[in-house]
């Protein structure tokens, strides 16, 4: 059974870095394009970050502004997202996904397999 389980989230002041991770199993990473997404509440889920099946390209949405860093280890089946310089609006639940689709994707739609998604709260 395709599981992905997204860990990392936390609770920190505004300025701090977390760094989260995206663990697949029963899924090779390397086969698909793998994205982060997000949703605060009251909102829709948005785009993030998405990598290609090699790495790359990378794309990133524009409130990112060169703060998040997506990277992936097809040897472990582990993506990550690192986040810096981290602020109150960045406040969601995110979500890691895997796309089977050409491409890199940046609707949710596109995507066909979703993890649980961690919480990240970031106080001012």
């Known amino acids: 059974q395709v599981q992905l389980v997204e860990s990392g989230g936390g609770l920190v002041q505004a300025g701090a870095s977390l760094k989260l991770s995206c663990a697949a199993t029963e899924l090779a990473i390397s086969a698909y394009g793998m994205g982060w997404f997000r949703q605060a509440p009251g909102e829709e889920r948005e785009f993030v970050a998405v990598?290609?099946?090699?790495?790359?390209?990378?794309y990133y949405a524009d409130f990112v502004e060169g703060r998040f860093t997506i990277s992936k280890d097809d040897a472990r089946d582990t993506m990550y997202l690192q986040m810096n310089n981290l602020k109150p609006e960045d406040t969601a639940v995110y979500f890691c996904a895997a796309s089977m689709r050409i491409g890199v994707r940046r609707s949710p739609n596109d995507y066909d397999f979703w993890g649980q998604g961690t919480q990240v709260t970031v106080s001012s």
């Open positions: 990598t290609g099946r090699s790495g790359d390209p990378t």
